[in-house]
C-alpha cells in the first residue's frame, strides 16, 4: 500500500498534467500563472483548455488559464494571500474581472485522499457486496447519480453496494479519471442514512481501489457538510481546493436545467 507521503505525490503529479505545470509548482512558496493546455492524460472529466483554473495544496496558488485570462489571474492571486483568493468578499473582485471576459467563477471545490494509517474497514449493518460494471450496467438511474456517471460509463470501474435484503440501499462507485487515480461517489437511500452505511461503503471502495495500486480520491463542495463528514469519517483528509471559470453561457445554461 502507498505511504501518505506517496498518495500526495502522485496526486501533485496529477494536478501538473491537468494544469500544464510542474509538480514541484504546489510546494513553492511564491504563486504561479501558467499556460492551460489538453493533455490526454489528464483527468477525462476536464474541459481543457481552461480559461481560468486556482489550485492549492496549501501553500500558494497555481493558476492555469488561458492567454486572456493571464493579466487578470495574475494580478488577483498576488493582491491577496492564497487562502483569501478563495473566499468572499475577494473572489468578487477576480469574478467582476472575468465577467469583462464572458466568464465567471463556475467551480469551487476541496478535494480529499485517504490517509493509509486512518483507512480501515467500518461496520454497515447490512450486507456488502462488490460490484463490476457488468452487475451495475443497470443502476445508472437517478438515485446513484452520484455513485456512477451516466455520462461516462466506460469509466465506472467498480463498486460496492450495501443489500437489505435483496434491496439496494446504498451504493459507493469509483470512475478512473485518470491513470493512477480514481474517483469515489456515494449514494445512500434516505431511509437509511445515518445508519454509517456511507462510510461503511466509502471505506471499503477505498481499501479495493488501493488493492488495485490506484489512488482513491474524494471530491465535496464546501458546504456539503454530510459529504465532507463522511470523507473525515472514512480516513480521508483535505488534500487540495479547486476553483474554476466557465463561460457565461455555459453557467446560465447550467442555471437553467
Same mark, same amino acid.
Given at each position: 500500500m ?18 500544464? *505545470?510542474?509538480?514541484?509548482d ?6 504561479? !500563472?501558467?499556460?492551460? $493546455?489538453?493533455?490526454?492524460r489528464?483527468?477525462?472529466?476536464? $474541459?481543457?483548455? @481552461?480559461? *481560468?483554473?486556482? =489550485? ?5 496558488i ?6 486572456? @485570462?493571464? &493579466? ?10 492564497? =487562502? #483569501? ?6 473572489? #468578487? ?11 465567471r467563477? *463556475? ?6 485522499l485517504?490517509?493509509?494509517? %486512518? /483507512?480501515?474497514? /467500518? ?14 450496467? &443497470? ?28 434491496? %439496494?440501499?446504498? /451504493?459507493a &462507485? ?13 449514494? !445512500? /437511500? ?10 461503511? %461503503? ?12 490506484? =489512488? ?15 470523507? =473525515? ?9 479547486e ?15
Amino acid at each position: 500500500m502507498y505511504t501518505k507521503q506517496q498518495i500526495l505525490e502522485i496526486a501533485m503529479s496529477q494536478s501538473a498534467i491537468d494544469l500544464n *505545470c510542474s509538480a514541484q509548482d504546489f510546494l513553492k512558496e511564491e504563486n504561479r !500563472v501558467v499556460r492551460s $493546455a489538453a493533455n490526454e492524460r489528464a483527468r477525462k472529466y476536464l $474541459a481543457l483548455p @481552461f480559461l *481560468c483554473n486556482l =489550485v492549492s495544496y496549501g501553500n500558494n496558488i497555481v493558476a492555469s488559464v488561458s492567454q486572456p @485570462f493571464e &493579466g487578470i489571474t495574475w494580478d488577483y492571486i498576488n493582491r491577496f494571500s492564497s =487562502v #483569501h483568493c478563495f473566499e468572499t468578499p475577494n473572489l #468578487h473582485i477576480l469574478d467582476d474581472a472575468l465577467f469583462k471576459q464572458g466568464a465567471r467563477i *463556475c467551480f469551487m471545490a476541496e478535494y480529499f485522499l485517504p490517509d493509509p494509517t %486512518l /483507512l480501515t474497514e /467500518l461496520p454497515c449493518p447490512y450486507e456488502i457486496k462488490q460490484l463490476t460494471p457488468a452487475d451495475f450496467r &443497470g443502476l445508472y438511474l437517478p438515485q446513484w447519480s452520484n455513485a456512477l456517471c451516466e455520462k461516462r460509463k466506460e469509466l465506472d470501474v467498480l463498486a460496492v453496494g450495501a443489500y437489505d435484503g435483496k434491496t %439496494l440501499i446504498g /451504493l459507493a &462507485g469509483c470512475s478512473a479519471d485518470c491513470e493512477m487515480m480514481w474517483q469515489i461517489g456515494i449514494d !445512500v /437511500l434516505p431511509a437509511y442514512r445515518k445508519q454509517g452505511v456511507a462510510s461503511a %461503503l466509502t471505506a471499503r471502495l477505498a481499501l479495493e481501489i488501493l488493492k488495485r495500486d490506484k =489512488v482513491p480520491f474524494y471530491c465535496a463542495a464546501w458546504s456539503n457538510i454530510r459529504s465532507v463528514r463522511n470523507a =473525515v469519517r472514512c480516513g480521508f483528509r483535505p488534500a487540495w481546493v479547486e476553483m474554476t471559470a466557465k463561460p457565461i453561457e455555459f453557467i446560465d445554461e447550467l442555471n437553467r436545467t
